[in-house]
């Protein structure tokens, strides 16, 4: 079992920035692909990034160019760096590390607003 703590979600103002975190619980964290979703209100979960175990990554075409993933296996952590934030960026923020089976974290909420 994995656990997974989403952290770093807030309440900023468009063309903001912010750094959300997944910190995970297990040692061997650098065989996990690690993937970020959102999920807005009244909408299903989208895919919104992902890493590798090799470190490649791939980004949804509504973020892409804004938000950075990143991988520390050192301390068992991925970042999302969102900037130009826009309105439509508001949503719950979910990480998702994948191996044989899938582990979701609790999600942390995104909201930008003027």
């Known amino acids: 079992q994995v656990q997974l703590v989403e952290s770093g979600g807030g309440s900023v103002q468009p063309g903001g920035s912010l750094i959300l975190s997944c910190a995970a619980s297990t040692s061997s964290f650098s065989s996990y692909v690690i993937n970020w979703h959102r999920q807005a209100p009244g909408k299903q979960r989208a895919w919104v990034a992902g890493?590798?175990?090799?470190?490649?990554?791939n980004y949804a075409n509504s973020v892409k160019g804004r938000f950075t993933i990143s991988r520390d296996n050192a301390k068992n952590t991925v970042y999302l760096q969102m900037n130009s934030l826009k309105p439509e960026d508001t949503a719950v923020y979910y990480c998702?590390?994948?191996?044989?089976?899938?582990?979701w974290g609790q999600g942390t909420q995104v909201t930008v607003s003027p």
């Open positions: 998702a590390a994948a191996r044989e089976v899938t582990y």
């Open positions: 890493i590798s175990t090799g470190g490649s990554t």
